[in-house]
Nanobody, 114 residues
Framework: QVQLVESGGGLVQAGGSLRLTCVAS????????MAWYRQAPGKEREFVAI????????TYGDSVKGRFTISRDVAKNTVYLQMNNLEPEDTAIYYC???????WGRGTQVTVSS
């Protein structure tokens, strides 16, 4: 089975930073697109960022552009989400995702205080 395990969430003050990590147990990791989504209480799951298999092409949701950066380390089967200038609106459970077929991790909680 494909396993995605997120870590790095926590409580941070507005304006602070966190780096989320997702470790994937997949074959040929370098050929998978990898993404992050988030879901806040009472809201639908929201697209955050995606990085294509080559590691050079990225796309971000409008709400995080300029503040978040997605990256990957193929040798470690790992994708990262660097989150800077966090806002209370960023509070959510963050999920690692492989879009095709898709696969999902269990999520990691990010809470931003104001």
């Amino acid at each position: 089975q494909v396993q995605l395990v997120e870590s790095g969430g926590g409580l941070v003050q507005a304006g602070g930073s966190l780096r989320l990590t997702c470790v994937a147990s997949v074959r040929t990791f370098s050929r998978y697109d990898m993404a992050w989504y988030r879901q806040a209480p009472g809201k639908e799951r929201e697209f955050v960022a995606i990085i294509r298999w080559g590691g050079e092409t990225t796309t971000y949701g409008d709400s995080v552009k300029g503040r978040f950066t997605i990256s990957r380390d193929v040798a470690k089967n790992t994708v990262y989400l660097q989150m800077n200038n966090l806002e209370p609106e960023d509070t959510a459970i963050y999920y690692c995702n492989i879009p095709r077929p898709p696969y999902w991790g269990r999520g990691t909680q990010v809470t931003v205080s104001s």
